[in-house]
T-cell receptor, first 114, second 114 residues
Framework: AQSVTQPDIHITVSEGASLELRCNYS??????LFWYVQSPGQGLQLLLK??????LVQGIKGFEAEFKRSQSSFNLRKPSVHWSDAAEYFCAVARWGATNKLIFGTGTLLAVQP | NAGVTQTPKFRVLKTGQSMTLLCAQD?????MYWYRQDPGMGLRLIHYSVGEGTTAKGEVPDGYNVSRLKKQNFLLGLESAAPSQTSVYFC?????????????FGQGTRLTVV
């Protein structure tokens, strides 16, 4: 069964510092991978997605993620965090064309210190 | 573009009451999904549908029923609400014809069962 693990429940970084949020997935083939962000009380916003090709993908708000097949990982990065990046971040994996399910990780809550 | 619209946005129910959450999409998508979001657990798939007249169980289907009588609508029903069903519910839809696409989410329904 497909699954997604986000090992960090909470992360606190200083404004201007770099950020990396971890995501590991379990799936027999190359999945479709997504990162979503949710601000308090809001819905989900897609940050970026990976389907195939270049393993480094660029998203909105200066975020990027790298797909590493050997590590079954899809970590999210940002070189310099802004206070407005404080939110909850969700990694998700899809098996479009197979089960057609989109499965989410448990999320990482990011706090940004001034 | 309205995209995915959920009705209602907020609701308070008493234990044992029933209600139906409506998800409507105007993108002619074949696939639709219902999730619930609880603190520390991410989004968990309740039920989903791959087309009009079809439904399937997700990870946490107990206590919920769904119907997809029209392609654009996906209804989530609670026959006898329980406090454990207090949650934020999200609906999503996706185009079957494109594998390299994401799911589109509604803004959520916050349900409290007292």
């Amino acid at each position: 069964a497909q699954s997604v693990t986000q090992p960090d429940i909470h992360i606190t970084v200083s404004e201007g510092a770099s950020l990396e949020l971890r995501c590991n997935y379990s799936y027999g083939a190359t999945p479709y991978l997504f990162w979503y962000v949710q601000s308090p009380g809001q819905g989900l916003q897609l940050l970026l997605k990976y389907f195939s090709g270049d393993t480094l993908v660029q998203g909105i708000k200066g975020f990027e993620a790298e797909f590493k097949r050997s590590q079954s990982s899809f970590n999210l990065r940002k070189p310099s965090v802004h206070w407005s990046d404080a939110a909850e971040y969700f990694c998700a994996v899809a098996r479009w064309g197979a089960t057609n399910k989109l499965i989410f990780g448990t999320g990482t809550l990011l706090a940004v210190q001034p | 573009n309205a995209g995915v619209t959920q009705t209602p946005k907020f609701r308070v129910l008493k234990t044992g009451q029933s209600m139906t959450l409506l998800c409507a999409q105007d993108m002619n998508h074949e696939y639709m999904y219902w999730y619930r979001q609880d603190p520390g657990m991410g989004l968990r798939l309740i039920h989903y549908s791959v087309g009009e007249g079809t439904t399937a169980k997700g990870e946490v289907p107990d206590g919920y029923n769904v119907s997809r009588l029209k392609k654009q609508n996906f209804l989530l029903g609670l026959e006898s609400a329980a406090p454990s069903q207090t949650s934020v519910y999200f609906c999503a839809s996706r185009n079957r014809g494109q594998l390299n696409t994401e799911a589109f989410f509604g803004q959520g329904t916050r349900l409290t069962v007292v």
